[in-house]
């Protein structure tokens, strides 16, 4: 059966048709988002200057403040030689799972690579990707970042959608104090508050662990133990420290009282 059909009785019916993200019949923006942000490894497709052949390859990903895909790439390899003659790329993240790889959520993101010398993608990879600190600094490597002009979400069988870049990358406006203040409100929780780190993960569903924080933005936070993730959004999005407190203090204690917290 190709990707996106159905079969009901016997009858088989044609591929889905992606819709637009907001005209479609499930939360697409927030699926797309949430594969963003939890899956750390997909396929990198980009194009040999030579002849325009596609070339794919597997790199590791994190995700900056507003969602933008982060890479460490080392300019010995040929994806990075290839981004550096032709910026056009895509990235595939892939949810996996049991079972029927294509019943499982996937999304492509398609956009232009450029080297980023910001301080804050070599923080917020590194923290995604602790090993990778042992050669980030290499002379040979650099961090890269896909600005996305779309996306193209497949949420299993008969469930498609496009993505704008506006609606797989969170607009930051009024959000400068969060950005401003991640990184220490991320080495607070991680040193000061783990036992909280540990009830966020369990309200997503995730299995216990000893979960440390790696990003946060004004939708939610990013966590990570041993290669799990786990994504867990705030019950409304913050835009300044104050009410990512606030949040933060009622999520732990929702969880404590048995109600549960807002999960992905």
Do not use: C
């Not at 994504?231 to 913050?238: A, D, I, S």
């Amino acid at each position: 059966m190709a990707e996106g059909e159905t079969r009901t009785g016997g009858e088989r019916r044609g591929p889905a048709v992606p819709l637009p993200a907001s005209e479609a019949p499930f939360d697409a923006i927030g699926l797309a988002r949430h594969l963003l942000r939890s899956i750390r490894s997909g396929a990198l497709a980009t194009l040999d200057p030579e002849d325009g052949t596609p070339f794919a390859s597997l790199v590791t990903i994190a995700t900056d403040v507003d969602g933008t895909p982060l890479m460490l790439l080392s300019r010995l390899s040929a994806h990075t030689r290839n981004l550096l003659k032709d910026p056009r790329a895509s990235l595939l993240f892939s949810a996996g799972g049991k079972g029927d790889p294509l019943a499982h959520p996937r999304l492509t993101v398609t956009g232009r690579v450029t080297q980023t010398l910001e301080p804050r993608a070599r923080a917020r990879f590194v923290a995604r990707h602790p090993k990778s600190k042992l050669y980030a600094d290499f002379p040979d490597f650099g961090f890269f970042a896909l600005a996305p002009t779309a996306g193209h979400l497949n949420g299993g069988f008969a469930k498609a959608a496009v993505l704008t870049a506006d609606e797989l990358r969170l607009d930051l406006t009024g959000a400068e104090g969060l950005v401003a203040g991640e990184e220490g409100a991320v080495a607070h929780m991680n040193a000061d508050h783990a036992d909280a780190l540990a009830l966020y993960a369990q309200a997503a569903g995730a299995e216990p662990g000893p979960w440390r924080l790696t990003g946060l933005d004004p939708e939610g936070m990013d966590l990570l133990t041993g290669d799990r993730t786990a994504r867990v959004l705030y019950p409304e999005p913050v835009r300044e420290m104050g009410a990512l407190r606030k949040a933060l203090v009622a999520m732990a204690a929702q969880v404590r009282a048995g109600d549960g917290a807002p999960a992905d």
